[in-house]
């Protein structure tokens, strides 16, 4: 295989992982609170010569970074609904007793009581514990700027946390908006963003740009593959020519 097979194979190997993200964040373009991801590439000189104009590069797949832009807020008018203002995320506690982070603030109240998602992941306050919201509470609780939850005579219920992440392109993502930190990572309670009770965030995907990406990717994959197709196709005449002389 020749210089051009590789380049061209690194290339359409990193337009396909580029591919599943956009397609995912198309799927959830829908999602309340859901970030999109993008690949991080680079271009890698083969020969180590340092020089930024070398002609051929191959092409590395360095991960994927969030955009963690914010999205747009729509009023709900459901009381358990939050949405974050600035930079924090949501803490949910996983199966595994792990706390993930999102922004997802559809928030409902399951059978025992705890504050949960809609898709059952219990939200967290400022110490990592799930909320625990007394029945006759119910769905007269207000929720403060601050995540402070109140019953209607003003008792304090509890606090929902609100976590600064240094950098959120590390966090894994475990699907339906939630990451979890590196090892290492300890998120930290934030006091320099907000809560919006009765609002929810939309996704920041931008289908139109998203499809326009998709389109691009779908370009330039088949201009990859159909290099590799010629650089093979001259190798498969030039051995038939070599045959006929000898």
């Known amino acids: 295989m020749g210089t051009t097979n590789y380049v061209s ?19 959830n373009a829908s999602t309340a609170g859901f970030k999109t991801s993008h690949p991080l590439l680079e271009a890698v000189d083969p020969k180590n010569s340092g020089d930024k104009t070398q002609a051929v590069n191959y092409v590395k797949d360095n991960g994927i970074y969030v955009d ?14 939050v949405a974050v203002n600035g930079s924090a995320w949501l803490g ?21 009581g705890r504050l949960t998602t809609v898709s059952g992941s219990p ?8 909320i625990t919201v007394p029945q006759e509470a119910g769905q007269s609780v207000t929720i403060a700027i601050d995540g402070t ?3 209607q005579d003003g008792g304090q219920i509890g606090r929902i946390g609100l976590f600064e992440i240094g950098d959120p392109s590390s966090m894994n993502a475990l699907g339906n908006g ?11 309670q934030t ?8 609002y929810v965030e939309q996704s920041n995907v931008k289908p139109v740009v998203e499809m326009i990406h998709l389109m691009d990717i779908q370009r330039a994959y088949e201009r990859a593959v159909k290099l590799m197709d010629d650089e ?7 051995i038939q020519r070599l045959g006929r002389v000898v």
């Open 149 to 151: 939850i109140t019953d």
């Open 68 to 81: 963690t832009s914010q999205g747009a807020m729509v009023p709900t008018g459901n009381p358990l609904d």
């Open 232 to 238: 093979n196709n001259l190798t498969k005449q030039a």
């Open 123 to 130: 939200v967290v306050d400022i110490s990592g514990s799930p």
């Open 191 to 198: 006091e320099t963003s907000t809560i919006s009770q009765g």
């Open 9 to 27: 194979l690194s290339l359409a190997t990193a337009l396909e992982r580029s591919l599943d993200l956009a397609a995912h964040n198309m799927a």
């Open 178 to 188: 939630l990451f979890l930190p590196p090892a290492g990572a300890n998120p930290e």
């Open 92 to 112: 949910y506690e996983t199966p595994g007793g792990d706390v993930a982070y999102g922004r997802d603030g559809r928030l409902t109240i399951d059978n025992e």
